[in-house]
């Protein structure tokens, strides 16, 4: 199952507020690719971009999926869903007043994924057995890491062939990080996905990763073929380790 993104040349913004400065960068099928950088740096803008939250004032984000090749940049977020292409968004963005299933059923709205609603329930429910003791408990009453886990199992329950992870660390205490991360490699491997993770915490964020990119002011300052050129790198040093 081919599932493959390729960025190339990508300026992006906000208004006169220009943020990604000729990015290019690709995640090929199956694999797991760690976006990092500091805050600032044009991270979530450029999940934005791929979700279509945000239109590039230039260049291109080309969609390769089961034969088909795809021109992001002119579709519409619930049209790049369709193609399978599904987030976790920075902050969880849940619903509050609605309860874990009701979310998680919201999540199944991908026509695709309608008629493995009840299969990827007991999935998510077997994956996250809390969900499925709380099912009925209001989202915005739970933890920030059981949010994040609910965030995760919402993605998932619209079939996705490529998940993006915006920012799974923040606001969590460390040990939530840490399960959060590794319940993304669990994701992925049981489900085949392509995954694209943006994340601060350099350390988890390589105990998944395949290969890795750095932003630094909207641009790829350095990229890695694998986890070990991201951990010997001199600039993840210097952003990262105190180098």
Do not use: W
């Amino acid at each position: 199952m081919e599932a493959k993104i390729t960025v190339r040349d990508l300026y992006a913004g906000y208004g006169a507020v220009q943020v990604l400065h000729g990015l290019s960068m690709e995640v090929r099928s199956g694999e797991t690719v760690a976006l990092l950088g500091t805050n600032g740096n044009g991270k979530s803008t450029l999940m934005k971009c791929l979700i279509g939250d945000v239109r590039p004032t230039h260049g291109s984000i080309t969609l390769e999926i089961d034969g088909r090749v795809v021109d992001l940049t002119k579709l519409r977020t619930h049209e790049v869903v369709e193609l399978g292409i599904s987030i976790v968004p920075e902050g969880r963005r849940l619903f509050p007043q609605l309860s874990v299933e009701e979310n998680l059923l919201l999540g199944a709205y991908r026509k695709a994924a309608r008629r493995d609603i009840l299969k990827n329930l007991d999935f998510c429910y077997g994956a996250f057995p809390f969900l499925k003791e709380r099912r009925r408990q209001l989202s915005g009453s739970m933890s920030g890491g059981q949010q994040q886990m609910l965030a995760l199992a919402r993605a998932i329950m619209s079939s996705p062939k490529i998940l993006l992870v915006d920012e799974p660390s923040v606001g969590l205490a460390p040990i939530m990080v840490s399960q959060a991360i590794s319940k993304i490699r669990e994701l992925k491997d049981e489900f085949g996905l392509t995954v694209l993770m943006a994340e601060q915490n350099f350390q988890e964020a390589l105990r998944v990763a395949d290969r890795g990119y750095v932003l630094v002011h909207g641009k790829v300052a350095f990229s890695a073929d694998s986890a070990v050129e991201l951990q010997d790198s001199a600039l993840i040093s210097q952003l990262y380790l105190g180098g």
